[in-house]
């Protein structure tokens, strides 16, 4: 057990907590989900706007970063190179951040708005279609990807220029914690980061596989059972147990630039035997209308008309994405070496964007087209018969589907293996009591935390209490709003004393990150006597 450099006092509670939350959904699914989504509408309705302002106070604060001396900090020594290629780099943040769910939501998500639009606006009209594009880009934009952000900048500063040598969000508290950080406070700040990337990877799982099961089932012509979605997540396990086992320059970078490769490929191929024109056109007009009520969007809480479409959608939206940033946050921070905070900030808040917008042009255009134009009624078949096989209605009315849903098969168990890959090494990472000389946790570790991620994907499935899991993955939002205001405060105490013990230089940290790794090699020594 020594050698498995566990940390007891946060793995032990975890495992508690999630047969706490599991057990009772699995006895009563119907009865947790009444419960948990009766706690997700007081949370929406009475802190909808802590919500909607948190993204904004992210921009502000990346603005001051951006336009400072502190953008200019490298992450590492002043010799020091990216660990990984540009292409890389980015392919492994985004395929972490939007996993295989872009590829099933950007055709879905349009026709959704499409039939309950914002703004009062009668459904299934023109005017309708006119906001499925824009909210889809508003929704997966900007401020989405400034989450994501947001916790990574102080835990890169922390893991490179302070060389901290464990990958946990209490570490980074340390500045306003103290000795706290490594106590009971800090404890509960990583269980509670834990459990809440379960929630969301383990809902993730519960989405996706029914996706894949419906394609296989297509291609071959076989019902979807139980024992098929059985089989998809132990593809899974056995695709990011060895991506994960192998680390992070076999693993996970094979599997991210694979997996981008053949998405622009498939991208591509739609992109020029869809409607073309109509898609170029949409997306123009669509990012036109999406920037030009940017702040409309962002802030509607519908107080007046009170049609819940804030709550439903934007509001759950933050709070869902603020359950994935501490993941997209601590991976971002530990691929990042060599690179500077500035670029760190306009790869996921620009490029970031940019990636999702694609698939909302391609994909959503060519679903909204269909529905409005080539009479293949999306909306009824949503409604009647559910998403996946909306989704393969529209693979279907393509030249060579068959090859098509072939490919889609391989990228969506690649994506979202990519994403449970790195949430299985950032789970190893913060169950540990430190990193290993190359910053990783032990292989073990990360083979345990995939074999988890799979059996929690597979009780989900089978007790039907994806809704009740996904709502208490939502919850867990409130507290981590707190958590990366903590992490954000911290850093900035930290970067104002290091600028200002010397302020002709923009690599203070690392001047002071000797005394500072001595600390935690002393503490290091003594936990593992």
Known sequence: ????????????????????????????????????????????????????????????????????????????????????????????????????????????????????????????????????????????????????????????????????????????????????????????????????????????????????????????????????????????????????????????????????????VITAFVFIAGPTIFMLDNSIHSLGTMLSNFFQMGLNLDPIRNEGFPQTWTVFYWAWWIGYAALIGLFTARVSKGRTIRQMILAQCLLGPVGCWVFFSVYGNYGLHLQLFESIPLTSILVEEGATDAVVAVMNSLPFSTIIIALLIVVYLIFSATTFDAASFILASMSSKKLDNMGQPPRIQRLFWAFVLGLVGIFILYIGGLEAVQLASVVVGVPMILVFALVTISFIKTVREDFGKNKSTYTKGNQIADQEEDIYVEKGRNINK
Not at 21 to 28: A, D, T
Not at 46 to 70: E, H, K, M, S
Not at 84 to 96: G, H, L, V, Y
Not at 118 to 133: C, D, M, R, V
């Open 1 to 264: 057990m020594k050698n498995l450099n566990l940390d007891h006092k946060i793995l032990w509670p975890v495992l508690v907590i999630l047969l706490l939350v599991l057990v009772p959904i699995g006895i009563n699914p119907s009865a947790a989900e009444n419960i948990v989504g009766t706690t997700l509408d007081f949370i929406t309705s009475n802190f909808g706007w802590l919500y909607l302002l948190f993204p904004f106070a992210i921009l502000v604060f990346f603005i001051w970063i951006l336009f400072g001396r502190l953008g200019r900090t490298k992450l590492g020594d002043p010799d020091d190179k990216p660990e990984f290629s540009t292409f890389s780099w980015f392919a492994m943040i985004f395929t972490t951040g939007i996993a295989a769910e872009i590829m099933y939501e950007s055709i879905m998500e349009p026709l959704h708005f499409f039939n309950g639009p914002p703004f009062g606006i009668e459904p299934e009209t023109l005017s309708a279609a006119e906001w499925a594009i824009p909210y889809s880009f508003f929704h997966w934009g900007i401020l989405t990807w400034a989450i994501y952000a947001l916790p990574s900048i102080p835990i890169a500063y922390a893991l490179y220029i302070k060389k901290i040598p464990y990958l946990k969000l209490s570490a980074v508290c340390r500045p306003i914690l103290g000795k706290h950080s490594d106590g009971i406070v800090g404890k509960i700040i990583d269980i509670i980061t834990i459990v809440g990337l379960i929630g969301v990877v383990g809902t993730s799982i519960g989405l996706v596989a029914p996706m894949v099961a419906r394609f296989i089932g297509e291609l071959f012509n076989i019902p979807v059972t139980f024992g098929l979605l059985v089989i998809v997540i132990a593809l899974w396990v056995i695709i990011f147990g060895t991506s994960v086992y192998v680390g992070l320059n076999k693993g996970i970078k094979r599997l991210s630039n694979f997996n981008i490769i053949l998405v622009i």
